[in-house]
């Protein structure tokens, strides 16, 4: 079966059976997946100079349905898909971050491409689970991240002082980096100190302790050659990158502010050094105009597309 992209211009269709062809395939040539991995181009590489835009889909894998007073803005798998579609096909898109379902939805859909194309790897510390901290793998592994052409695995690496599940995470999220490294493989690694109040988990968002989860994330694993931060945009920006040598990518989060004032701290937060780009999600994909190729547009306008070139 021959699939089409949907996003050349940028029209959400409506119609509830568009994507009933990805359950028929699943159904009858599973191997597709494979297949369409195998034969998929990949992006051109990696340059110093010139940042790169990922979109993130791996929200709801962890249970994380929410964008602001919506709990459930992206439980809709048709309009996520949709919505990924527009974004990807904006040319200065350079991929995507996903969980496997997906990242399998959007192979057979042909939508990535020439894209990066980054898996998510843990999942299992549950948004609202009574053991949250404990973000068991459950998602891609390095192994299948390399069969399907991938070009690294993302890790959710939250640090609580006070809950002793940290630990696993902790020796989890160092074992996921070897192996990746082994396999030439990125490790996206977005680490947080976060504590849990009233029976919630928050991430801690002051500089400082921006800094600390640095330190602690950048140490793990027995090689950092190919270890990247993934890192929210907070106060002091300066002091957060001064932390680190390695390519870090900025997160978007779920947005409080308005879009004109996110653009603006992600705008003062990509002129520092050593910032590689944005892998941002939900900000994108469910603005609150609903126009997401514009929000697209807007982001990609604030990267820098200028490669050095060294003598």
Not at 34 to 62: C, E, M, T
Not at 215 to 224: D, R, V
Not at 233 to 251: C, D, F, G, K, S
Request: charged share 20%.
């Amino acid at each position: 079966m021959t699939l089409t992209s949907l996003a050349s211009n940028n029209a959400v269709d409506d119609d509830p059976r568009r994507y009933e062809h990805l359950s028929t395939i699943r159904l009858e040539d599973p191997e597709a997946v494979a297949r369409a991995a195998k034969s998929r181009r990949r992006h051109p590489g990696l340059k110093s100079g010139r940042q790169n835009f990922i979109v993130a889909a791996d929200h709801p894998a962890r249970g994380a349905l929410a964008v602001g007073s919506d709990p459930v803005a992206m439980a809709d798998r048709r309009q996520l898909l949709d919505r990924l579609q527009i974004a990807l096909a904006n040319p200065a898109v350079d991929g995507v971050l996903a969980s496997p379902d997906i990242m399998d939805d959007l192979l057979l859909l042909g939508a990535l491409d020439g894209k990066l194309v980054f898996g998510s790897m843990n999942r299992g510390g549950l948004s609202g689970l009574v053991n949250e901290f404990d973000d068991r793998f459950t998602g891609h592994t390095a192994a299948a991240l390399e069969a399907l052409g991938a070009d690294g695995g993302k890790m959710l690496t939250r640090i609580c002082l006070g809950d002793p599940d940290t630990v696993a995470t902790l020796e989890a999220t160092a074992k996921a980096i070897d192996s990746l490294a082994e396999r030439k493989l990125i490790a996206m690694v977005e680490p947080f100190l976060s504590v849990r109040e009233n029976g919630r988990v928050r991430n801690d968002l002051s500089t400082n302790a921006v800094i600390k989860s640095i330190a602690i994330a950048e140490g793990l694993g027995s090689t950092s050659a190919y270890t990247w931060m993934k890192l929210p945009v907070v106060a002091e920006m300066e002091r957060v990158m001064a932390a680190t040598t390695m390519p870090t990518v900025l997160l978007g989060g779920d947005p409080d502010g308005s879009q004109d004032e996110v653009f603006a701290s992600w705008q003062a937060a990509l002129a520092l050094p050593g910032v590689q780009g944005l892998t941002v999600g939900r900000t994108l994909l469910y603005p609150a105009d609903g126009d997401v190729a514009g929000a697209v547009a807007s982001a990609a306008s604030l990267l820098n597309h200028t490669t050095e070139v060294s003598e």
